[in-house]
C-alpha cells in the first residue's frame, strides 16, 4: 500500500470513529434530556459512521491478509485505539439510551 492510501486509511479511522463517538455522546445527552427520538437519530448516525470507520480497517486488513506489509507508525496504532474506543463507547451510549428509556417509562 503506497504511503498516500495508507494515511487516507488512517485519517478514515481517526474521523469516522471521532464522529460515531461524538454522535453517540450527543445520543447520551439527548436520551438524559428525555429526547429519545433525537438519541435514537443519534445513535444511528454513530453506527453509520463506525461502518464507515470500519471499511478503512477492512482496507488495511486486506492488505495485510494479501501479504503487503504495512510499516506500524504511532498515528497507525492511535487510529486503531481511536476506532476501539468509539465502538466501545456506541456500545454503552446504547444500554444509556435504553437506560433513560426505562426509567422514563417508570417515571409516569
Same mark, same amino acid.
Given at each position: 500500500? #503506497?504511503?498516500?492510501? %495508507?494515511?487516507?486509511a488512517?485519517?478514515?479511522?481517526?474521523?469516522?470513529?471521532?464522529? &460515531? @463517538?461524538?454522535?453517540?455522546?450527543? /445520543?447520551?445527552? $439527548? /436520551?438524559?434530556?428525555?429526547?429519545?427520538?433525537?438519541?435514537?437519530?443519534? %445513535?444511528?448516525? $454513530?453506527?453509520?459512521?463506525l *461502518? @464507515?470507520? =470500519?471499511h +478503512?480497517?477492512? !482496507?488495511?486488513?486486506?492488505? !495485510?491478509?494479501?501479504? !503487503? @506489509?504495512?510499516d506500524?507508525?504511532?498515528? %497507525? *496504532?492511535? +487510529?486503531? #485505539? =481511536?476506532?476501539?474506543? +468509539?465502538?466501545?463507547?456506541? #456500545?454503552l451510549?446504547?444500554e444509556?439510551?435504553?437506560?433513560? !428509556?426505562?426509567?422514563? #417509562?417508570? &417515571?409516569?
Open positions: 500500500m #503506497d504511503e498516500t492510501k %495508507l494515511q487516507t488512517i485519517m478514515g479511522l481517526i474521523m469516522y470513529g471521532g464522529d &460515531a @463517538k461524538c454522535n453517540a455522546i450527543e /445520543a447520551i445527552t $439527548a /436520551a438524559k434530556q428525555g429526547d429519545f427520538k433525537r438519541a435514537h437519530e443519534k %445513535l444511528t448516525e $454513530a453506527e453509520k459512521s *461502518v @464507515k470507520a =470500519h +478503512s480497517q477492512t !482496507e488495511l486488513l486486506t492488505n !495485510e491478509a494479501q501479504g !503487503e @506489509k504495512t506500524f507508525s504511532l498515528l %497507525l *496504532v492511535h +487510529s486503531q #485505539d =481511536h476506532l476501539m474506543t +468509539s465502538i466501545t463507547f456506541n #456500545d451510549a446504547k444509556f439510551v435504553c437506560l433513560y !428509556e426505562r426509567l422514563a #417509562d417508570h &417515571a409516569d
